[in-house]
């Protein structure tokens, strides 16, 4: 893919202006493998509707998806399912942490949204179906290869087994759900293929190139693939931009002005919808979980460009 220097000195200027600000917020710390990550990483990746890519910072460097990857599972149930879904996870932005059980019970197990935990477990039951647990993970690390072109991406074992290890609130969602039938395959299989997901490795050119089908209508680009319709495009941005940064939406909507979703790795995808894909990373995270320096990136990223969508 040919560079372009405007986005260039974009991204140069980005990583520039974050220096003094590397290392803060605080790492993931309920798990070794991402307690250990260097909290002054930062990287940042764009990958363009018309093949161009910009980048800076440690864009090589594999970090854990974690929540991001329920964009992608999202994807993949709106295709199996389509609108029937939104029967069994709402679309509203929850106003709560992101591994909230208190609305679920008031809500009698019909999670706010795909993008809080107790929803995207809801999500990953759709998706596995009854099925084997082996199958559905590999499905998903399938499509994260496609939709990345890149067949050399993996799950981090010892992350996926440090979640299970770990998993006890997530452990009590899906059995709450479970409760409320509202997931249908066993809890241990939902759990395994949820951990799984989120311990799927990629850097910040990878999840850019990723995300490109979200910022085309559902096509990506590049290949000319149908991933997914326009219709259901639409569906997920809007969803990205109302709740993928949990109790902290509002705030990224008013800051950045694009549909986002963060992961407590610290990678938050971002879309500017007929333009670009964008990933940040930097793992150091605000009290909602988001990553702080990779927010204030995509911040001035957005006013730099011109791209929020208001
Ligand atoms: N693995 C984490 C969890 O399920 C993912 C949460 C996140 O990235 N926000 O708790």
Redesign the pocket.
């Known amino acids: 893919m040919e560079s372009t220097d405007y986005l260039d000195d974009i991204v140069a200027t980005v990583r520039q202006d974050m220096e003094s600000h590397l290392g803060r917020g605080k790492v ?1 710390d ?1 798990i070794p493998a991402l307690a250990r990550v260097d909290p002054k990483n930062f990287a940042i990746a764009i990958a363009t509707c018309d093949g161009r890519t910009a980048q800076a910072g440690g864009v090589h460097l594999p970090f854990s998806i ?3 990857s329920k964009i992608f599972t999202l994807t993949l149930a709106l295709n199996k399912l389509g609108a029937n879904l939104w029967e069994r996870v709402g679309r509203e932005p929850s106003g709560s942490r ?2 909230s059980i208190v609305q679920l019970e008031a809500e009698k197990g019909i999670p706010r949204n795909p993008l809080i ?1 107790a929803g ?1 477990v809801v999500i990953t039951d759709a998706l596995l179906d009854g099925g084997d647990a082996d199958a559905t993970i590999a499905e998903i690390l399938g499509f994260m290869r496609r939709l990345a072109d890149d067949p050399a991406i993996v799950i981090d074992d010892e992350v996926a087994e440090s ?1 299970a290890q770990t ?1 006890f ?2 452990s009590a969602l899906a059995n709450f759900l479970r409760a409320n039938e509202n997931l249908k395959s066993k809890v241990e299989d939902v759990l395994k293929v ?2 799984n997901q ?1 311990a799927i490795r990629m850097n910040c050119r990878q999840l850019a190139r990723a995300g490109l089908y979200l910022a085309n209508a559902g096509h990506d680009p590049l290949n000319h693939a149908s991933v997914t319709t326009p219709f259901r495009a639409k569906r997920i941005n809007a969803v990205m931009m109302t709740c993928g940064h ?1 109790d902290a939406s509002g705030d990224f909507a008013c800051r950045v002005g694009l549909p986002g979703k ?4 610290g990678g938050i995808l971002a879309i500017a919808p007929r333009k670009a894909s964008i990933c940040v990373w930097s793992p150091g995270l605000n009290a909602q ?1 988001n990553s702080m320096v990779g927010s204030m990136a995509l911040e001035r990223l957005s006013s730099l460009t011109g791209w929020s969508v208001f």
Do not use: D, K, L, P
């Not at 963060?262 to 790795?265: D, H, Q, Y």
């Open positions: 993931a309920y974690q929540s991001i992101f591994n935990n995207a979640e998993g609130r997530n949820y951990f989120c949990y963060s992961g407590v790795g979980g």
